[in-house]
C-alpha cells in the first residue's frame, strides 16, 4: 500500500514547531499554530468539513462514518505537532535515502554526523526501503510528524475508499507533548470517541500499553547564611546538605543509568543552589505505582537523615504527581488493545509489545476516560540529529489505522 504519508512528511518537518517550556502561551510557541491552521485546511480539503482549531492548538476532526453506519460509536487517532525543544528543529532539511543498501548514511551539513547500521540495528533491517533522515545539524521531526503525516494519509485513504466501511472516525493533532502538556486542555467529552490511539512510536509492529507511573519530589534544604569569616559554629550551608543527601541517594538498579525494562529508578535532574536554601528535584519512576511511594519514603528518609546530623537545619519535602501507568486503565479495556494487535497482524506483522520508560499523552488521556495505547509511528533515534524514519513503515502505519477502523466496526456492528 502506498500512501501519501512521506510527502505529507517531507513537508510538515520543514515547520519549526519546537514547543518551549518557559513560555506561558496555549499553544506554548506561534510555529505549532502554523502546522495546526494548516492542518485545518488540508483535512477539509479532504472533506472532514467539521476539521476546526480550538482556543487551545487542538484540531479535531472527524472521517464520517460510511454508509448507515453513523450509529456506531467513534473511535480516534492522536498525534503531537510539537518537536523537542532540547534539539535545534528550524531550518530540517529532510533527505531521503532512497533503496536504502546498508551503506553509511552521511550527513551532508555535519560530516560527522554519520548513521551506520552497525550502530542502528532497527536499520540494518530496512534493506530496500526509503530512509529519511535531517541533514547534520537538526533533529528530524519524525516524532511526531510521522504519526501527523500518517494519520492525514488514513484520513485521504478511507475518504477515497468508501467501499471500505467504518463508523465515525475522530482525529485530534496536539501541541506542547514534549513538554509534558500536551493534554492539559484536551476536550475529551468533545472529542467524543470511546477510545484513541497515539502515533508516536518506534519501528513497525510496536504497540505500547504500558508507560511508568510518575512523580516529580522538590527536596528543599534550609541552612543558616552568615559572613563566612565569623561563621564558625553558626553558619550552617544547605548545598553541603544537598550533596550529603545526593551522595546518600541509592545509584544501583534505583538510577537511569543502571536500570532498564521494568525497574524503576530515582533520579536527582535539578539543582538550585544557596548557602542559605538549596532544592533537589528528583524523578521518581516505576511501572507499579504502589512501588512509588516506596521509593518517595527512601527519599524522605535520607533527607531526614541529612537534616539530623545537622542542627539547625530543616527540610520541606513536596510530591508532585506527574502520570500514571496506562495499563491500570487498558487493563478494565482489554478489547481497545485486541482491536490493536489485530489490526498490526492484518498488516501483516507480529505485534511487538514493550512498557515504554516514560509516558505519552495516552498515559493521561487513559486516566482522563480515553484509553489510548500507544502504536508505532516508525520513529527511531528520538531527539537526536540522528533521527531517521523509513517511507515503507509509515506507509505500514496507514494501513494499521486503516484496519483498525475495520476490526472495530466488525466487532461494534456484532454488539449494536
Ligand atoms: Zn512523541
Known sequence: MKTSALARFLHYVTIDTRSDERSATVPTTPGQLVLLRQLVAELRGLGL?????????????????????????????IAHVDTSPEMPGDGVRPIVHERYDGRDLVLPDD?????????????????????????????????????????????????????IPHGPVRLAFTPDEEIGRGA???????????????LDGGGRGELEIESFSADAVTVTFRGFNTHPGYAKGRMVNAIRLAADFIARLPREDTSPETTEGYQGYLHPYQVEASVDRTSVKVLVRDFVTGALKEKEAIVERLAREVVAAHPGASVDIVVDESYRNMREVLERHPRVVDAAR???????????????????DGSRLSFMGLPTPNLFAGEHNFHSRLEWVSAQDMDKAVEVIVHLCTVWTESLITDH
Open 184 to 198: 492539559d486542555h484536551f476536550d475529551v467529552a468533545r472529542f467524543g470517541a470511546v477510545c484513541a490511539y497515539t
Open 49 to 77: 468539513e467539521d476539521a476546526v482549531l480550538d482556543e487551545f492548538g487542538y484540531v479535531m476532526a472527524t472521517i464520517p462514518a460510511t454508509a448507515s453506519l453513523a450509529h456506531l460509536p467513534a473511535i480516534g487517532f
Open 342 to 360: 489485530a489490526a498490526i497482524r492484518r498488516a501483516g506483522m507480529e505485534p511487538i509489545e514493550r512498557p515504554i520508560r516514560g509516558g505519552t
Open 111 to 163: 560530516p560527522a554526523v554519520v548513521l551506520r547500521a552497525s550502530e542502528n540495528p532497527a536499520l540494518a533491517q530496512q534493506i530496500g526501503h526509503d530512509i529519511v533522515t535531517a541533514s547534520g545539524l537538526t533533529l528530524l521531526g519524525a516524532d511526531d510528524k510521522a504519526g501527523v503525516a500518517e494519520i492525514v494519509a488514513a484520513a485521504e485513504y478511507l475518504m477515497a475508499h468508501p467501499e
